[in-house]
């Protein structure tokens, strides 16, 4: 690819994101968006603000930037809990490596790549960006001890820093654990495949098998019911309370009586009536009246509560019964992060989902290599124009040339990635996920395998057959195969990286499908309500995202340190955009306690390997055996260092120490509190939880001031003595220091649509994130 139509795709990226980032600076300021850019903010309050115009509301301002800079990351844990601070962790580890790859690639590899042969350089804007890699190098060249020892370099900083992180995140971990005290899910054990008898209900067996084998540690346990119509049509009643509580009391119609067409009688009609409390709208019911179970509606799963944290570590790890099928036993997740619908999944039934839902994906991702074999032939046309020759017309057009080579290719591959995060999450949801964040995990990683297998392999061995290069023989020939095919995808990396990294980074900001619905219910519907849906935030697809450009980064450093200034500008972005909207839009509600950081580790490790056998095959190619000698020894180092992390760190993020659990149960003995907590596990894992209930919860998320505007958001800071700024701001730390067990409202019990329609902010935000 010409170093021309590589600036043409960059200008056009650059253009896209200037433009995107000026309009959301503007149209954050309107009152009639902050559904859309403030939702995490309006969640627990429903604020806005009714200044119907001042002038800077229609000018772009930066000041969204400097307030995503200066959040510390404390205030991120207490926002946002431990997932995003182990993500933007991720981001900031990229910066910081690629920082350094980039000064010594940029500095010392590119200079020698470029003069790497004799011979007479054009203009920059008319090179072919081969000569930037380390093709350009001659057989037999002493200068690359250079790329051998910028890759001891690179891969001594990487370790150091991902041993840094792997030890804080670890800690933080720890701290997830002992810091969430009141946590029912650590009293609690999810039980499946309780056996069937015929003289007696699936309760009445696990209570029966529970108080003979742990007398001294059971309590009681909750049956899952098969949750059909019936708690549909409850969700749906849900739904239709939420929005009926907002009507102002004065314009309830009264019911007046008319004659039934049928019978005669009196007929209740116009409309229906408010009540005045919302808990007399279930009082005097039970939650078996009103959830309608019956025997018959059991399922061979429950929730089982012991008395201590540590009697229900025990009881997950341990085997039940001689057959590994039954009595199968995990510690339960969170209430909120609970999925519901696959408890009624019959466990016998989980292996042959999974090994369903993994042949899905490889079919998947081999249909997949029919856009991207087109991808990769439109970027190879001059090749083409041999075989095909009509296209010669198209490339005498400079212009037309460079953005068919250079811009269309990678955004083509964007679009078709558009459908590939729905289809994994729906392969996760199959495969039986007990809770949202393993699903959401499961997801995680396969949308990694399908990235980083259709971006990078299936585009180098496409590439390799449109070149004609020869594709791998043997598995001794595959690191000459990718040293040869890598370089010649540079530039095709480096153009995804602007449309996939870049420019997508000014989508996410701008969250256009959500505006867009935003307008359609206030323009076409003439909905005046500032209704919305609360997000979660998408690391099903960021992170992946992240760890294809750290892959894309390390392969490239030694063979083609080009594309490493523009992947350093896409991590600053990154850092800044991900935290705003981790700030302002997202919400947390359920978390997997930074369970997604060993992927990141695995994945970095695999990459820094993959990067160490492309030079050893380049090294091969181009008869340095000092440098070849010199990478073995690398890639045993580096296997060494990540077998040594696997075992000091990655267990603390699989189970739960013994030691903590034990001492968080003697403190709770001690300071009297196990026995409030005993009587709140059997509600809070009610599969269909009343609507009094969800309003208690909501009533103490928090005390809204009354008839107070929001103030301008361009201009709030967490300024000392300012206190409205610090509660829309959440920067207000939790004066006693104790956290608490929901760390935001829609963490508890919020359901996932809020109608804000009152005008008004929470009095102390951070007291339910802290």
């Not at 030890?167 to 495949?193: D, E, N």
């Not at 000698?629 to 580096?638: A, C, N, Q, Y």
């Amino acid at each position: 690819m010409e170093i021309s139509a590589l600036l043409t795709s960059a200008g056009i990226n650059i253009s896209i994101c200037i433009v995107l980032l000026s309009l959301y600076s503007v149209l954050r300021k309107q009152p009639a968006n902050y559904c859309v850019y403030f939702g995490r903010r309006l969640v627990c309050g429903g604020a806005r603000r009714y200044d119907p115009f001042w002038y800077e509301r229609f000018v772009p301002s930066p000041s969204w930037l400097v307030k995503a800079w200066e959040t510390s990351e404390d205030e991120l844990l207490a926002a946002a809990g431990l997932d995003a601070v182990v993500f933007l962790r991720m981001v900031i580890f990229s910066i910081r490596i690629f920082f350094i790859t980039a000064v010594v690639c940029i500095a010392f590899v590119l200079p020698v790549n470029y003069y790497g042969q004799p011979k007479m350089h054009k203009e920059i804007h008319l090179e072919s960006s081969e000569v930037f890699t380390i093709e350009n190098l001659k057989e037999g060249s002493k200068w690359l001890w250079v790329h051998c020892l910028a890759l001891y370099i690179i891969t001594s900083a990487a370790c150091l820093l991902l041993y840094s992180d792997y030890k804080t995140i670890a800690k933080m971990r720890l701290g997830h654990i002992t810091g969430s005290a009141s946590k029912p899910s650590q009293f609690t054990v999810l039980i499946r495949a309780i056996p069937w008898s015929p003289d007696q209900s699936y309760s009445d067996t696990l209570s029966k098998y529970f108080t003979n084998y742990y007398s001294s540690s059971y309590m009681s346990h909750q049956m899952v019911y098969h949750n059909g119509i019936i708690q549909r049509l409850l969700l749906d009643a849900e739904r239709m309370c939420q929005s009926l509580k907002h009507v102002a009391p004065e314009i309830n119609c009264k019911p007046s009586l008319t004659p039934c067409t049928f019978c005669g009688g009196p007929t209740a009609t116009n409309s229906f009536h408010i009540l005045s409390n919302e808990g007399d709208s279930v009082k005097g019911m039970e939650l078996g009246e009103l959830s309608m179970t019956t025997p018959e509606q059991e399922r061979p799963a429950a929730f089982v509560f012991f008395k201590t944290r540590y009697d229900a570590l025990v009881v997950s790890e341990v085997l039940q019964s001689s057959n590994p099928m039954l009595w199968v036993t995990d510690l339960a997740p969170e209430p909120h992060d609970v999925y519901w619908r696959n408890l009624n999944i019959p466990y016998r039934q989980l292996w042959i989902r999974r090994i369903a839902t993994l042949v899905g994906a490889v079919a998947f991702m081999f249909v997949f290599l029919i856009p991207v074999t087109f991808i990769q032939g439109l970027t190879q046309l001059q090749q083409l124009s041999h075989a095909f020759p009509f296209l010669r017309g198209i490339l005498k057009e400079k212009f037309i040339n460079q953005v068919i080579t250079g811009y269309l290719p990678s955004v083509i591959l964007i679009l078709f990635f558009y459908a590939v995060p729905p289809l994994m999450m729906y392969f996760s949801t199959l495969e039986g996920s007990i809770a949202r964040s393993i699903r959401k995990k499961s997801a995680c990683i396969k949308v990694l395998y399908f990235t980083i297998w259709n971006v990078f392999f299936v585009n180098i061995l496409s590439g390799s057959v449109i070149r004609q290069l020869n594709v791998f023989s043997s598995v001794r020939d595959i690191p000459a195969q990718l040293a040869r095919a890598v370089p010649t995808q540079a530039g095709f990396f480096t153009t995804y990286c602007f449309t996939s990294g870049w420019a997508s980074l000014a989508c996410e900001i701008m969250q256009p499908m959500a505006l867009i619905w935003n307008l359609v219910a206030k323009a076409i519907s003439k909905n005046k309500d500032e209704s919305y849906e609360t997000l979660r935030f998408p690391y099903h697809t960021e992170i992946p995202r992240l760890l294809l450009f750290g892959l894309l980064g390390f392969t490239n450093s030694v063979i083609a340190p080009l594309i490493l200034p523009f992947l350093l500008i896409y991590f600053f972005l990154a850092y800044l955009v991900y935290k705003n909207q981790i700030l302002n839009v997202y919400i947390t509600k359920y978390e997997s306690g930074g369970q997604y950081w060993p992927i990141f580790h695995n994945t970095t490790i695999f990459s820094l390997i993959l990067t160490q056998i492309i030079a050893l095959g380049f090294f091969g190619l181009k008869l340095s055996t000092v440098a070849s000698g010199f990478t073995i020894p690398l890639i045993l180092l580096t296997l060494l260092f990540s077998e040594y992390c696997r075992h000091r760190f990655a267990p603390i993020f699989h189970k739960h120490p013994a030691q903590v659990l034990i001492d968080m149960d003697r403190a709770d003995e001690m300071a009297g509190k196990m026995e409030d907590l005993h009587k709140k596990l059997h509600s809070v894992y009610s599969q269909i939880p009343l609507h009094s209930q969800k309003s208690s919860s909501k009533g103490e998320c928090s005390t809204p001031f009354a008839n107070q505007e929001l103030p301008d958001p361009e201009k709030l800071k967490p300024e000392e003595g300012d206190a409205i700024a610090k509660e829309l701001w959440g920067y207000q730390g939790n004066e006693s220091g104790q956290e608490q067990e929901d760390k935001s409202c829609p963490g508890g019990s919020t359901p996932e649509h809020r109608t804000p329609k009152d005008g008004r902010i929470p009095q102390t935000e951070l007291e339910h994130f802290h």
